[in-house]
């Protein structure tokens, strides 16, 4: 994931006041709102320590 990314995704997080922990469609959401593939918002989390919680079908871990 490159910086323009990672800093436009914490831009978004930063608005939703999303600082430890988004639910599973919060991330369905973004991504659809945004232009931005889950998996991108899945790696940011992971690398920021932000948990996402409410799982639809077990695709973030």
């Given at each position: 994931m490159?910086?323009?990314l990672t800093e436009k995704i914490g831009k978004i997080f930063d608005e939703e006041?999303?600082?430890e922990k988004v639910t599973c469609p919060q991330?369905?959401?973004l991504a659809?709102?945004?232009g931005i593939?889950?998996?991108?918002?899945?790696?940011y989390c992971n690398i920021n320590k932000?948990?996402?919680?409410?799982c639809q079908l077990g695709c973030f871990k």
């Open positions: 490159d910086q323009i006041g999303i600082t991330v369905f959401e659809e709102k945004h593939e889950k998996a991108d918002i899945a790696k932000i948990k996402i919680r409410e």
